[in-house]
């Protein structure tokens, strides 16, 4: 009986000492680290579906897009979708060249997804994660290129 009632002391200390305390990490660290996890949760549903590929085999040639308008729609919507109400996000995807004679690495911009104004609106909490993707899907004229994706996400204050 004594042992018992031990028990249920030690374990009703433990609990009302638990309650009292703060978490280990602080309420921004998890926040930051809840959004990563979320952003290499949707870069990671995306490669799986074949979305990259997709979105590349739609880009022609002779369309260039400005450093100031996102024209994925369609990869905005997905995301938009996909992630949590009120959760801002942009997305920056460049094709990756590499010249075997000269060593060089090149990075060209081809463009972006977003559901908020980036140029005028600030995050207050944000993560960044970078990704880089092979085309490994159809259609043939995608398979081989080498896309590095930048995803900004984050809260707006």
């Given at each position: ?53 997709l ?26 979708a ?28 081809l ?27 159809g ?17 707006s204050?």
């Amino acid at each position: 009986m004594e042992a018992v009632l031990a028990t249920f002391m030690v374990v009703a200390i433990i609990l009302l000492v638990m309650s009292f305390t703060r978490p280990l990490r602080s309420p921004y660290i998890r926040e930051t680290t809840d959004l990563r996890r979320l952003a290499y949760n949707l870069l990671s549903y995306m490669a799986e579906n074949n979305v990259f590929e997709l979105t590349l085999s739609r880009i022609s040639a002779s369309t260039g897009s400005t450093p100031n308008q996102c024209v994925f729609y369609d990869l905005g919507f997905l995301a938009t979708a996909s992630l949590p109400p009120e959760t801002l996000y942009k997305l920056d995807i460049y094709n990756v060249t590499y010249d075997n004679l000269s060593g060089n690495l090149n990075l060209t911009w081809l463009g972006c997804a977003s559901n908020y104004n980036w140029s005028n609106i600030g995050l207050v909490e944000s993560e960044s994660v970078t990704y880089t993707y092979v085309c490994t899907g159809g259609p043939d004229k995608i398979r081989g290129n080498i896309i590095y994706i930048r995803l900004t996400i984050g809260f707006s204050g």
